[in-house]
């Protein structure tokens, strides 16, 4: 159950970091109030996880895969260009999160 918290954690932060944009500078209300209820339950959730996983690991794997979701998500919806630097930085934090839970963090 710990990880589908931190799934779903995961999930919240990305909807939160790709409303950013939209909020303008937190002038756009509907926006700001769909990233504060975004985030808010992306910490609320990320809590029940470190219950039960390590916060490290489950630190690790949210950086890892929000990082790589938004990294996607700027690509395909909000017009931010995709190059080799980007691709390889990511693949090296993902690759990060997988020795951290292969190294017996938990």
């Given at each position: 159950?710990?990880?589908?918290?931190?799934?779903?954690?995961?999930?919240?932060?990305?909807?939160?970091?790709?409303?950013?944009?939209?909020?303008?500078?937190?002038?756009?209300?509907?926006?700001?109030?769909?990233?504060?209820v975004?985030y808010?339950?992306?910490?609320?959730?990320?809590?029940?996880?470190?219950?039960?996983?390590?916060?490290?690991?489950?630190?690790?794997?949210?950086?890892?895969?929000?990082?790589?979701?938004?990294?996607?998500?700027?690509?395909?919806?909000?017009?931010?260009?995709?190059?080799?630097?980007?691709?390889?930085?990511?693949?090296?934090?993902?690759?990060?999160?997988?020795?951290?839970?292969?190294?017996?963090?938990?």
């Amino acid at each position: 159950m710990a990880y589908l918290y931190l799934l779903c954690a995961i999930s919240a932060e990305v909807i939160g970091t790709s409303l950013l944009k939209a909020t303008d500078g937190f002038t756009r209300l509907w926006p700001t109030l769909g990233l504060a209820v975004a985030y808010l339950s992306a910490f609320g959730l990320l809590a029940l996880a470190v219950r039960d996983i390590p916060v490290g690991v489950a630190y690790a794997v949210w950086s890892g895969l929000g990082t790589a979701a938004i990294m996607a998500i700027g690509a395909a919806f909000l017009g931010e260009p995709l190059n080799p630097a980007k691709v390889v930085g990511a693949g090296l934090v993902i690759a990060g999160v997988v020795v951290l839970n292969l190294g017996g963090a938990h």
